[in-house]
């Protein structure tokens, strides 16, 4: 879908004209064709909610004309995420994190404007209807945050809350808004805060928006607990004072003893998230289970995995982490890491220049400084050389943040000190071809203490399920040939699948 900046110019050669405005240019402009570029929309949008909030209407009018606005809204904004979501990289290009600002800022007003309806009661305007929208738009705009890796607007995360707290006051938050829909206004806020409490910055776009398609579905299995109830794994509680999703109980003990909005379990959760998992590893398929489609894949089955571990054991890190300010290399992706380990120079591999900010035993935190970064996204592998270590060091990237087009930041958990470049042989996948498919591969070595065998690097999808032994070509002073078996899988991304390997033994 290709986007245009022609509108981001018309708001300012019209703002002057909001007082010059009244309800029927409003309604004129909302019966109008849609433009051909949804992205177009969006400062009209916004022109008109803001000559709205300053004509003189009756209420009826204006709760007419926000209805229309907030629909039309909605659709232009449905007709926009694909198109930012795919191929994106990180840092977001301008042109489009200028785009993503139009939406928040769209967002963000029509969830004030329906929050302030309120204030004029209607017996024919039911108050759950505005209390919907309002958190229904507060979700799209974290969620849209969460799909470009970059923090949420402020405040954002309080008026959610505060304006779930006005449904439960009301005694309207279990109920279901949309005719023949069974979301409730507590399903709406429950989908946004647990897609919070899945550290949204360690996934991908598209794993992003399979989780809150699974949360839509799955939110009711949450449970309420006490403020009093002892310390668990997949627990969380609300302040709604705070400008956070939820924290972990293992993460932050000293809950307040008022102003708690909510504390709830996520152990059944977790514990159908494991059943679910077992059944598509049995070959189920995910619509059996009402799972969206993405769970039949291996990322899917990776992240619906990282989620049940990650609730299931939040305690405390392992290493501490100590600031730092010094240089480092990067290289990314199996390809340029296995030209690395070839040649041990990054002169033909695309590597940009970081800055380590801070790092443990098992990992660091680098911002970019300057270079190509490539295409670098969460759950991809990617090699670090540091001014106090000149070998590679092989690590997958966790997470990612990006508040600006200017600023990248990565979350790295280190593999191996090294790795050894490869070549898997598979014959082809077509029975009437006798050919053989040669793929890049890493092999990551044993680490004593840590990885008691090796480890194998592969691009995602890159080996059918069924085949358990695998021939590997290792160029080194001689070229030699090992036959191994894969025994379990010990890491799934949507770019990467690390599984552990062993020799295959010759009985002879």
């Not at 400062?43 to 009826?60: D, E, G, I, Y």
Request: charged share 20%; net charge neutral.
């Amino acid at each position: 879908m290709l986007m245009t900046e022609t509108a981001f110019h018309t708001a300012g050669t019209v703002r002057n004209a909001v007082h010059q405005m009244d309800i029927r240019n409003i309604l004129q402009w909302l019966t109008s064709p849609a433009a051909p570029q949804p992205v177009d929309e969006l400062p009209m949008l916004r022109f008109h909610l803001q000559a709205l909030r300053q004509v003189k209407v009756t209420s009826v009018q204006r709760a007419h004309a926000l209805d229309r606005l907030y629909k039309r809204g909605m659709r232009v904004i449905t007709c926009l995420l694909p198109s930012l979501t795919s191929d994106l990289v990180l840092p977001v290009p301008r042109k489009t994190h200028r785009i993503v600002n139009g939406i928040l800022d769209l967002l963000q007003m029509l969830a004030d404007d329906m929050l302030a309806l309120l204030e004029e009661p209607s017996p024919a305007r039911p108050p759950e209807l505005a209390l919907w929208r309002s958190l229904q738009a507060l979700a799209q705009q974290l969620l849209i945050s969460h799909l470009i890796a970059c923090p949420a607007p402020a405040g954002a995360w309080q008026q959610l809350h505060q304006t779930y707290a006005r449904a439960r006051h009301l005694q309207v938050d279990n109920t279901a808004v949309q005719r023949g829909s069974s979301r409730r206004l507590q399903n709406v806020y429950y989908s946004a805060v647990l897609l919070g409490c899945a550290q949204p910055a360690s996934l991908t776009p598209q794993e992003v928006l399979f989780l809150a398609d699974y949360f839509e579905r799955f939110a009711d299995q949450i449970e309420p607990t006490s403020v009093a109830s002892p310390v668990a794994p997949a627990t969380f509680w609300i302040d709604p004072a705070r400008d956070v999703a939820a924290f972990s109980v293992l993460r932050k003990h000293s809950r307040p003893t008022t102003a708690l909005l909510d504390s709830f379990s996520c152990v059944h959760l977790c514990l159908l998230l494991r059943a679910q998992i077992a059944q598509l590893d049995a070959g189920t398929s995910a619509p059996e289970l009402n799972l969206p489609d993405f769970a039949g894949t291996s990322a899917g089955r990776g992240v619906l995995g990282r989620l049940a571990t990650r609730w299931g054991d939040l305690g405390k890190r392992r290493f501490i982490r100590r600031r730092q300010n010094h240089r480092a290399l990067l290289g990314a992706g199996i390809n340029g890491l296995w030209h690395l380990g070839r040649k041990g120079e990054p002169a033909s591999v695309n590597v940009s220049h970081w800055m380590v900010t801070n790092e443990s035993p098992d990992g660091y935190a680098v911002m970019h400084v300057t270079g190509n970064t490539g295409v670098l996204s969460v759950g991809n592998v990617v090699a670090v050389r540091t001014d106090a270590d000149q070998n590679w060091q092989i690590c997958l990237v966790r997470w990612a943040l990006s508040e600006n087009p200017e600023h990248l930041e990565l979350g790295l958990q280190i593999l191996a000190p090294k790795a050894v470049p490869a070549i898997l042989a598979q014959p082809s996948h077509d029975t009437g071809d006798t050919g053989t498919e040669y793929l890049r591969v890493l092999i990551l070595p044993e680490i004593p203490k840590l990885r008691s065998g090796q480890s194998l690097v592969v691009a995602t999808g890159a080996l059918p399920k069924e085949r358990e032994k695998l021939l590997l070509l290792i160029e080194g002073d001689n070229v030699s040939v090992r036959e191994v078996s894969r025994t379990g899988i010990e890491e799934q991304t949507g770019s990467v699948e690390i599984m552990s390997i062993e020799p295959v033994q010759n009985p002879f």
